[in-house]
């Protein structure tokens, strides 16, 4: 435990989650930005984007680490992800 009362290696998980939300509310602020300029392409660039990582994941070219089953897990995570990150663009212009 440090002075502040938060374990070290908890202290680390902190600082990794609190860069993750900074990159995330850039990303954001990116995306909004380019749904608001230039929608049409935007959404093909997403469907794009949904497609290369269906490959990438599906072909086993991407994340040799893991197993069959867990490259097809990540790669619906990442679709699914990718899909409500555009709904949610589009809600917000």
Same mark, same amino acid.
């Given at each position: @435990?440090?002075? +502040?009362?938060?374990?070290?290696?908890? %202290?680390?998980?902190?600082?990794? =989650? %609190?860069?993750?939300?900074?990159?995330? =509310?850039?990303? #954001?602020?990116?995306?909004?930005? !380019? @749904?608001?300029?230039?929608?049409? /392409?935007? /959404?093909?660039?997403?469907? +794009? /984007?949904?497609?290369?990582?269906? /490959?990438?994941?599906? +072909?086993? !070219? #991407?994340?040799?680490?893991?197993?069959? $089953?867990?490259? =097809? @897990?990540?790669? $619906?995570?990442?679709?699914?992800?990718?899909?409500?990150?555009?709904?949610?663009?589009? !809600?917000?212009?």
């Amino acid at each position: @435990m440090s002075d +502040s009362g938060i374990d070290a290696d908890k %202290a680390v998980s902190i600082r990794l =989650r %609190a860069r993750l939300a900074v990159v995330e =509310r850039a990303a #954001w602020f990116g995306l909004v930005h !380019a @749904m608001k300029t230039r929608p049409a /392409e935007t /959404e093909a660039y997403f469907a +794009s /984007e949904r497609a290369r990582c269906t /490959e990438g994941f599906g +072909s086993g !070219a #991407w994340a040799k680490d893991l197993t069959d $089953a867990e490259r =097809r @897990m990540l790669a $619906a995570e990442v679709d699914a992800g990718l899909a409500q990150l555009l709904e949610e663009a589009r !809600a917000e212009v």
